[in-house]
């Protein structure tokens, strides 16, 4: 975690036995996104989704149970969200800003969410850092989360 002018920055890296096009593919398929981004325990459901450059998606991820240690940021079950594709280099790099539906305030703002994809010996580096992070989310809760969808990302690509 670094601090930043515009506010927290939180990240995870994985290395992922996949090609960085494998996994920049999986990033840009609704079917594929629905099924790795939330973080275990969470289950996601994509409203629209329009991958290119300028384009944007509205989803959710929703607590499978009803106990869960930390609450939603629209309800107390789960997290809406807004979307845009910021950049998208193909096999290398995507940009995202990510924009919560919530009445507290301590959720708003954009974050700005980076993907990096780095070819490594055995796969591929993925990296993904969250810049301007709503001091709502925990940090170590946030990083939990990132961790949580690379290891999703990681079973569905390998």
Known sequence: MKASGRGRTDSASRTIRATPQAIYDAFLDPEAA???RPPVGMVCEIYAFDPREGGGYRMSF???GLDHA???KTSVHAD???GRFV???PGRRIVEEVVFD???PSFAGTMTVTTNLVPVAGGTEVTISCENVPSGIGASDHRAGIRSSLQNLAAFVE
Do not use: K
């Open 102 to 104: 919530s009445a507290d």
């Open 34 to 36: 629905a099924s790795w």
């Open 80 to 82: 809406v969200f807004s």
């Open 62 to 64: 929703a607590y499978s």
């Open 70 to 72: 930390v609450p939603g």
């Open 87 to 89: 950049e998208l280099v």
